[in-house]
């Protein structure tokens, strides 16, 4: 890999990916439609010089292109509101495909559990689990996968990896992202879910160390790939570890389907979120089996470690936010 393209840069997933490309001295496009928001991950990364930094819509083959220039990778991190998912996902996925079609490079398309629907074993799944979605957003997404796989593809070359749940300073749409941010607010928050079933995260930094080894081998391409945690996790417990790593102690209310459903009157993201809680209450924990035995062994940061670095992280951006002058 000598020049990527990281699509969605400044969101959830393609922050850590853009950060983690630089920092293994890959020339790396930052790739966005805010330009404030690319400005302030450059500014987050020390303003490296192999960073360079394009706006565009991710929906337009021509924008991908013109700012994909010399790149042989895109990483497709860019994401839809939920609540846009089954009109949007696949105008989006074709319009990265025809871009990729159009300069043969290889794409990394970030993307979940849901194609597999429900579990249907306690064991972790492999890359091989049957998929058998029963859900609006799940037939979607394994629509996405056929998608991106269609043998309509001559030039470009993707490969899918999958994501469980995560958390990190840059989690925008995790189902985590508003409890960590209250916490480190010091303020009273909920927990989406079930707080006493142990659930499946992977901490953000982690995932994108894995990502950019799987899309560096040649190999991988033409393959869905796992990206798993390092072990489940009860919401109590992870609520525990970050108050006490902001030193605050505010109230954490879980919500379960009803609250959902109510709060899904007025929030129609929220109401979109009732339809896959069935995640939260019969966890699907992936397999690190692929990986380990394709790539190597898999350094998972405990998640002790990885939510107070999460929660300090957080905490010192919302001094830095309290300090700015007022204009």
Known sequence: ????????????????????????????????????????????????????????????????VKAAAGADVIFHSANIPYHEMEARLLPLGEAVMKAAELIEA??????GIYPYGKRTSTQKATEVHPKRPHTRKGKVRLAYEELIFNSRWRGAKPLIVRLPDYYGPSAQASYLNVTMEAIAAGKPTAFIGNMNIPREYVY??????????????????????????????????????????????????PLGRISLSLIGMFNPVMKE????????????????????REIGPIAWTPHEQAIEETIRTLMNRNRAADTQPVN
Do not use: C
């Open 1 to 64: 890999m000598k020049k990527a393209i990281v699509l969605g840069a400044t969101g959830g997933v393609g922050n850590p990916i853009t950060a983690e490309l630089v920092k293994r001295g890959i020339e790396t496009v930052a790739f966005g439609r805010s330009a404030d928001k690319l400005e302030r991950l450059a500014n987050e990364l020390g303003n490296p010089s192999l960073l360079k930094l394009k706006t565009g819509d991710a929906f337009k083959p021509e924008d991908i």
């Open 106 to 111: 290889k794409v990394v398309v970030v993307d």
């Open 204 to 253: 953000l930094p982690d995932a994108a160390r894995m990502i950019v080894e799987i899309a560096s081998r040649d190999a991988s391409y033409g393959q869905n790939w796992h990206i798993p945690g390092p072990g489940v996790i009860s919401g109590h417990d992870l609520v525990k570890i970050a108050q006490k790593a902001s030193g605050k102690r505010k109230p954490v209310f």
């Open 273 to 292: 979120v009732v339809e896959m809680l069935y995640l939260t209450e019969e966890p699907f924990v992936l397999s690190g089996e692929k990986y380990e």
